[in-house]
Nanobody, 128 residues
Framework: QVQLVESGGGQVQTGASLRLSCVASGRTYSAYTMGWFRQAPGQEREFVAA????????YNRDSPKARFTISRNRATNTVSLQMNSLTPEDTATYYCAASRGNTDILTFYHKPENYNYWGRGTQVSVSS
């Protein structure tokens, strides 16, 4: 069992930056791929980024990679999402997730059904 707790969300204006963090506890954190998803009201959950246990990263191809950066710190069992140049379209609840998957096919981690554990989410609201 893995417990995930997100933090760092908030209300900001267009162009601002936020850094989301997710602390994992429970079973071996380093054995999981960690991902970030987001969900806006009335929309499906959308993949944002993931970082594998081997340090590889993958991003939603529809999002400018340069704005979002995922990183993980094994010493603190934390995965972070640095978000820059935020726009109102980034408004959503952001979820941290952990996957037991063990594949080099990174698009595997783009699908929410391939994750085993989820946090409760942190709200990001961007005003124009």
């Amino acid at each position: 069992q893995v417990q995930l707790v997100e933090s760092g969300g908030g209300q900001v204006q267009t162009g601002a930056s936020l850094r989301l963090s997710c602390v994992a506890s429970g079973r071996t954190y380093s054995a999981y791929t960690m991902g970030w998803f987001r969900q806006a009201p009335g929309q499906e959950r959308e993949f944002v980024a993931a970082a594998t246990m081997n340090g590889r990263t993958t991003y939603n191809r529809d999002s400018p990679k340069a704005r979002f950066t995922i990183s993980r710190n094994r010493a603190t069992n934390t995965v972070s999402l640095q978000m820059n140049s935020l726009t109102p379209e980034d408004t959503a609840t952001y979820y941290c997730a952990a996957s037991r998957g063990n594949t080099d096919i990174l698009t595997f981690y783009h699908k929410p059904e391939n994750y085993n554990y989820w946090g409760r989410g942190t709200q990001v609201s961007v005003s124009s």
